[in-house]
């Protein structure tokens, strides 16, 4: 069973930064695009940023297009997303995903195309 656990969320000032982790385990992970999703309160979980499987590229939501960048370290099957500038409409619950095919040329970003799931971090972003 594919488990994937994120790290690194918490409480900053506007303008701050943070820089989210996820860690996969017990399932493949360098054959999968990656993703990250948020899901503030009271709104649907939407699309943040998403990275090829090999790590050549990727792919940003308008909102955080030039403040946030996805990465993966694939021998340790560790993905991460670094967040600068940060705003309060950043609050939210941050969550990695796993695309559910393997080696996908496409992004897609819709929830249904990933197949497992961390539990999510908080981030909070006080004005």
């Known amino acids: 069973q594919v488990q994937l656990e994120e790290s690194g969320g918490g409480l900053v000032q506007t303008g701050g930064s943070l820089r989210l982790s996820c860690i996969i385990s017990?399932?493949?992970?360098?054959?999968?695009?990656m993703g990250w999703f948020r899901q503030a309160p009271g709104k649907e979980r939407e699309f943040v940023a998403a990275i090829s499987w090999d790590g050549t590229r990727t792919d940003y939501a308008d909102s955080v297009k030039g403040r946030f960048a996805i990465s993966r370290t694939n021998p340790v099957n560790t993905l991460y997303l670094q967040m600068n500038s940060l705003r309060p409409e950043d609050t939210a619950v941050y969550y990695c995903?796993?695309?559910?095919?393997?080696?996908?040329?496409?992004?897609?970003?819709?929830?249904?195309?990933?197949?497992?799931w961390g539990q999510g971090t908080q981030v909070a972003v006080s004005s």
């Open positions: 995903a796993r695309d559910g095919a393997m080696r996908r040329g496409a992004f897609l970003r819709e929830t249904y195309n990933f197949d497992a």
């Open positions: 017990r399932g493949s992970f360098s054959e999968h695009n």
